[in-house]
């Protein structure tokens, strides 16, 4: 959407005063995007502030996608003395909102007209193997011990992820499959699922 458009359409809902409030904000988010769908190499990108992106050419991100502020994305291809292959394919019409984090050391998949809440994570991999009888686990920091991968993470077309959620490695979700708030998706969820929980489990087919 054109800036001077984005502009008429605040002040249409907010009046003048607050557009002159935010003229500086919506100037910054346009030029951003400009540079984001550019970088991406696909239309509409709006990516707000604070936002962290690693392993840009291992990221595809389809047309009109928005993440709010502190978006954290990447695709982590070396860690410690291991390189990795990682991949981030996410569809068209994507929305997350605040304090996303994505990061992939394998594969995770997003398909089209996806709506991700406030405060969601989304890994294909853990620090370490879980366990104690994992040898790095008992004498080594967690950020030292080497990333290993479960499986990767897919998520169907017209999923809903609450706010608070993680999804965890090796998780498939169907689509059309509702993910409730604060939940901890640790096995795969069926399409037009409702799971909630920690972890989580089906409340609704």
């Given at each position: 959407?054109?800036i001077?458009?984005?502009?008429?359409?605040?002040?249409?809902?907010?009046?003048?005063?607050?557009?002159?409030?935010?003229?500086?904000?919506i100037?910054?988010?346009?030029?951003?995007?400009?540079?984001?769908?550019?970088?991406?190499?696909?239309?509409?990108?709006?990516?707000?502030r604070?936002?962290?992106?690693?392993?840009?050419k291992?990221?595809s991100?389809?047309?009109?996608?928005?993440?709010g502020?502190?978006?954290?994305?990447?695709?982590?291809?070396?860690?410690?003395?291991?390189?990795?292959?990682?991949?981030?394919?996410?569809?068209?019409?994507?929305?997350?909102?605040?304090?996303?984090?994505?990061?992939?050391?394998?594969?995770?998949?997003?398909?089209?007209?996806?709506?991700?809440?406030?405060?969601?994570?989304?890994?294909?991999?853990?620090?370490?193997?879980?366990?104690?009888?994992?040898?790095?686990?008992?004498?080594?920091?967690?950020?030292?011990?080497?990333?290993?991968?479960?499986?990767?993470?897919?998520?169907?077309?017209?999923?809903?992820?609450?706010?608070?959620?993680?999804?965890?490695?090796?998780?498939?979700?169907?689509?059309?499959?509702?993910?409730?708030?604060?939940?901890?998706?640790?096995?795969?969820?069926?399409?037009?699922?409702?799971?909630?929980?920690?972890?989580?489990?089906?409340?609704?087919?």
């Amino acid at each position: 959407m054109g800036i001077y458009k984005r502009l008429r359409g605040f002040s249409a809902e907010n009046g003048a005063l607050m557009t002159l409030i935010r003229a500086k904000e919506i100037f910054a988010e346009s030029l951003r995007s400009a540079i984001y769908s550019k970088v991406f190499a696909s239309d509409n990108i709006s990516i707000g502030r604070k936002s962290k992106i690693r392993g840009v050419k291992f990221i595809s991100l389809g047309r009109n996608f928005r993440a709010g502020d502190d978006f954290w994305i990447e695709a982590i291809s070396a860690y410690g003395r291991i390189i990795y292959n990682p991949q981030i394919v996410i569809g068209s019409n994507v929305i997350f909102m605040n304090r996303v984090h994505i990061a992939a050391i394998n594969n995770i998949e997003i398909a089209d007209d996806v709506l991700i809440g406030s405060n969601v994570l989304i890994t294909d991999h853990f620090h370490g193997k879980p366990g104690f009888d994992e040898p790095q686990a008992k004498d080594t920091h967690p950020a030292l011990r080497d990333l290993n991968s479960h499986g990767r993470v897919t998520i169907g077309e017209r999923v809903w992820i609450g706010d608070g959620v993680c999804i965890m490695p090796g998780v498939s979700i169907g689509v059309g499959a509702v993910i409730g708030a604060n939940a901890v998706v640790t096995k795969s969820v069926e399409s037009g699922a409702v799971v909630a929980g920690n972890p989580a489990r089906v409340v609704s087919r």
